[in-house]
T-cell receptor, first 111, second 115 residues
Framework: GEDVEQSLFLSVREGDSSVINCTYT??????LYWYKQEPGAGLQLLTY?????DMKQDQRLTVLLNKKDKHLSLRIADTQTGDSAIYFC???????????FGRGTSLIVHP | EAEVAQSPRYKITEKSQAVAFWCDPI?????LYWYRQILGQGPELLVQ????????DSQLPKDRFSAERLKGVDSTLKIQPAELGDSAMYLC?????????????FGQGTRLTVV
């Protein structure tokens, strides 16, 4: 099975909060990442969290980590149409800094 | 603003032909990665360099793929011969390196179509 799993699609209304969920299997992951990919573009690091933290907030973004359940979530407050993109969860494979990616969640924001 | 440069942005090639992609990492970044992203999937690591040395190429299909970073700066990924299943986005990323450095910066990618 896949090391990092995410749901494939999420649709939200503009102004609402979006929550993208992810589960991972590698318990030795030191860092967990959220990347954003807009159509035809490379990956942009949005935020990351150390494995010894359970929450990190950065402006409209909130990352929650449940290390016991190996569950990571990204909450985007006041979602805007410009937030429409694919969001990738990644763990750091084998305790290294090498991101190992999930399949991505396509976030669609509609008016 | 410093960025990872990749070329070409798009490449169409016939199967059985050779194709090469180029990556210029951010200046001073010791670690360089090549990823392959098949449509609808997440990126998968192909090879990692630390300076000019290959650190991990366990996922690189070595019968047809090769990668080099001769002077520890820019890097080339080659496919020979290309197959239809190689159609994908090829992403290069670089990292400063070191224990406290966590962020890998990605280039725009090269989209390869094999016909």
């Amino acid at each position: 099975g896949e090391d990092v799993e995410q749901s494939l699609f999420l649709s939200v209304r503009e102004g609402d909060s979006s929550v993208i969920n992810c589960t991972y299997t590698d318990s030795s992951s030191t860092y967990l990442y959220w990347y954003k990919q807009e159509p035809g573009a490379g990956l942009q690091l949005l935020t990351y969290i150390f494995s010894n933290m359970d929450m990190k907030q950065d402006q409209r973004l909130t990352v929650l980590l449940n290390k016991k359940d190996k569950h990571l979530s990204l909450r985007i407050a006041d979602t805007q149409t410009g937030d429409s993109a694919i969001y990738f969860c990644a763990d750091s494979s084998g305790g290294s800094y090498i991101p190992t990616f999930g399949r991505g969640t396509s976030l669609i924001v509609h008016p | 603003e410093a960025e990872v440069a990749q070329s070409p942005r798009y490449k169409i090639t016939e199967k059985s032909q050779a194709v090469a992609f180029w990556c210029d990492p951010i200046s001073g970044h010791a670690t360089l990665y090549w990823y392959r992203q098949i449509l609808g999937q997440g990126p998968e690591l192909l090879v990692q360099f630390q300076d000019e040395s290959v650190v991990d190429d366990s996922q690189l299909p070595k019968d047809r793929f090769s990668a080099e970073r001769l002077k520890g700066v820019d890097s080339t990924l080659k496919i020979q011969p290309a197959e239809l299943g190689d159609s994908a986005m090829y992403l290069c990323a670089s990292r400063l390196g070191g224990h406290l450095d966590t962020e890998a910066f990605f280039g725009q990618g090269t989209r390869l179509t094999v016909v």
